[in-house]
């Protein structure tokens, strides 16, 4: 039984508003997606590690991947579940492998955080992902952009990524996700009557959106660097 770590990296980064996908911008010398890669790299409980492209991808090659037994998918899809179900069916993992999948733009994880996932779900029957209870106060928007009401927060989580799911299993349910209503595997696996675990996550894992959130994450792997804690920058 093997774990396989596949990174979904085929869109366009549109709300970002930059030339070139976010995945591809530069940070700290390097472009986003390598830090990603890297650390998933370095988790030893990881057998394989692959990225998922789009085929008319013109960024990747232009750029050094030194990243021990990396394996390029340019089989990318019009959205992440089509990416992600493109790359189960070309990698053929054994129907138990554990498959994690990890957004390409959350750069700053630590390779602590992925085994401690990978611990937590080893002898999980059905997988999970990380993420955070929700601390604050949350709010409904109405009309105008005004409060319509106040939710309560117990029992809500923040879905992260890696996450983590039986091969055949989230092969399957990613087939049935006829109206694109698929935004994560998690849910994936919910339509399919299935209950995934919550694995608390990191506020640092968070996912590269928009401009300013480049500038958090530079500044967490330039202090990593500085200190040498999570190798997330090389």
Known sequence: MSVIALVPAAGSGSRFGAPSPKQYLQLEGRPLMWHTL??????????????????????????????????????????????????LATLAPAPDDWVLVHDAARCCVTPALVTRLIGALADDEVGGLLALPVADT???????????????????WLAQTPQMFRAARLARALALDGKGAVTD????????????????????????TYPRDLALARAILAARKQTGDGACSG
Do not use: H
């Open 185 to 208: 595997e998690a849910s994936a696996i919910e339509m399919l009557g299935f209950a995934p675990r919550l694995v608390e996550g990191d506020a640092q894992n968070f996912k590269v």
């Open 138 to 156: 949350v709010k409904r928007a109405g009309e105008g952009g005004r409060v319509e009401r106040t939710l309560a927060r117990d029992g809500l």
């Open 38 to 87: 890297s650390t998933l790299s370095q988790v030893p409980e990881i057998d394989r590690l692959a990225v998922v492209i789009s085929p008319a991808d013109e960024w990747f090659d232009d750029f050094e991947w030194d990243i021990p037994n990396l394996e390029v998918l340019r089989v990318g899809g019009a959205s992440r579940a089509a990416s992600v179900a493109a790359g």
